[in-house]
């Protein structure tokens, strides 16, 4: 009876024994496979090398296109943000020539892209508004009130304007006009349209400002 009772704890002992044994080879091989993982992954990122973050390519602003005409410093097309406004179109073009009539152009209007803005001289509104024209009903993207779109070639031939015709051409009032008739009774008529820059007042900006207006034939 003594020694059976001995023998089952013996053998108790030895069973619990092998299940330690097991269960602490278990957690050894857990923990090596771990290590292995973890020692592979960091083989992998250093032959990869530093993550790198990718940089965001900025955003170009959208811009919009507008033709910058008359008595402005620097006519020509210019490049502004989206939604700038006259009065900014006009700074960029060097600002207001000192015959520019600033009260004509609404210089706080949205400008949308493609739009021409005509600046015009103080005579040349006051023509305006001899002929009905006001500011009010000159829009900003209009081709210039003083080209005469109603002829075939939309240009002044210089050799049988009248006075009246003369003064169509943006930048030419009645002194000018008067001017370029007598000039060419005097010669007999122009070769060229650059010699209308030996008209006293027209040379330089004047002439740039009409040469698209003028024709000799």
Do not use: H
């Not at 090596?32 to 250093?46: A, R, S």
């Not at 015959?99 to 209007?109: E, H, P, S």
């Amino acid at each position: 009876m003594y020694r059976t009772k001995k023998k089952r704890i013996l053998w108790f002992f030895l069973i619990v024994c092998s299940l330690c044994l097991c269960s602490c080879k278990k957690q050894g091989t857990e923990i090596l496979v771990e290590d292995t993982v973890q020692k592979i992954t960091e083989e992998e990122e250093l032959k990869e090398g530093p993550v790198q973050k990718k940089e965001k390519t900025p955003t170009k602003p959208a811009s919009i296109w507008v033709d910058v005409s008359g008595a402005v410093a620097n006519p020509g097309v210019y490049e502004l943000p989206e939604n700038a406004r006259v009065f900014e179109a006009i700074e960029t073009a060097g600002g207001f020539l000192e015959q520019a009539d600033t009260q004509w152009l609404n210089q706080a209007l949205v400008l949308k892209d493609g739009e021409k803005i005509q600046v015009y001289t103080k005579e040349e509104t006051e023509e305006l508004k001899a002929k009905g024209i006001s500011a009010q009903n000159a829009e900003v993207q209009q081709e210039p009130l003083f080209s005469s779109g109603e002829k075939s070639s939309g240009k002044v031939n210089l050799n049988t304007a009248t006075a009246d015709r003369l003064r169509e051409i943006p930048g030419i009032g009645e002194a000018r006009a008067k001017a370029i008739l007598e000039y060419r009774q005097q010669i007999g008529g122009f070769q060229n349209i650059e010699e209308i820059q030996q008209v006293p007042g027209i040379k330089g900006k004047i002439y740039e400002k009409i040469v698209d207006y003028i024709c000799v034939e």
